[in-house]
């Protein structure tokens, strides 16, 4: 079975630290991953996503993402928290469509990322 | 601004009201999706439309009616909702459904069943 788990339900970082939010996968094939963030009371956002080539991918506002084949891991990243960064997040995960299955994307269950100032 | 607009962005109904939420795209996608947000649950996908044709049902019941007239609308018909059904519905768009592209989210449209 596809699915996509986000282990943190709540992350809290300083204004200035880097953050983490983790995403691991487990899909059959090779997947297309994707973050999205959430601002309250707002539909979700595209921040990045991996394809395939470099496994490092930039975003918006200075996110970043490294995709790791072996561990299965797809965790954002920004070397330097800010208080707007404050959001939740999604990590998600798309398999090719191969004949007539389709090419669902799942969705993990959200990180909520708070920056203490 | 992602180029899908929902409307109304706020809804409140009776459990007997007949009400409707569109969705509209400017992208040109041809794949149309209903996903629905409730309060700490993970995003549930409810139906998803190709080119008009509806490809998925996430086992969604018949109180929910979608309808997807062309590729740039798609709406959910609302019918003798249930309080548990109070959630922020998204609707989305992509290329394709098989595409490496995101998916472009609306705004959603928070549903108050009273």
């Known amino acids: 079975a596809q699915s996509v788990a986000q282990p943190e339900d709540q992350v809290n970082v300083a204004e200035g630290n880097p953050l983490t939010v983790k995403c691991t996968y487990s899909v059959s094939g090779n997947p297309y991953l994707f973050w999205y963030v959430q601002y309250p009371n707002r539909g979700l956002q595209f921040l990045l996503k991996?394809?395939?080539?470099?496994?490092l991918v930039k975003g918006s506002y200075g996110f970043e993402a490294e995709f790791n084949k072996s561990q299965t891991s797809f965790h954002l990243k920004k070397p330097s928290a800010l208080v707007s960064d404050s959001a939740l997040y999604f990590c998600?995960?798309?398999?090719?469509?191969?004949?007539?299955?389709?090419?669902?994307?799942?969705f993990g269950r959200g990180t909520q990322l708070t920056v203490w100032p | 601004e992602t180029g899908v607009t929902q409307t109304p962005r706020h809804l409140v109904m009776g459990m007997t009201n007949k009400k409707s939420l569109k969705c509209e795209q400017h992208?040109?996608?041809?794949?149309m999706y209903w996903y629905k947000q409730s309060a700490k649950k993970p995003l549930e996908l409810m139906f998803v439309?190709?080119?008009?044709?509806?490809?998925e049902n996430n086992s969604v019941p018949s109180r929910f009616s979608p309808e997807c007239p062309n590729s740039s609308h798609l709406f959910l018909h609302l019918h003798t909702l249930q309080p548990e059904d109070s959630a922020l519905y998204l609707c989305?768009?992509?290329?394709?459904?098989?595409?490496?592209?995101?998916?472009?989210f609306g705004e959603g449209s928070r549903l108050t069943v009273l």
């Open positions: 989305a768009s992509s290329p394709t459904l098989t595409s490496s592209g995101e998916l472009f």
């Open positions: 439309y190709n080119f008009k044709e509806q490809t």
């Open positions: 998600a995960v798309r398999v090719p469509a191969r004949g007539s299955t389709l090419g669902r994307l799942y």
């Open positions: 991996y394809i395939t080539g470099d496994n």
């Open positions: 992208l040109g996608h041809n794949a």
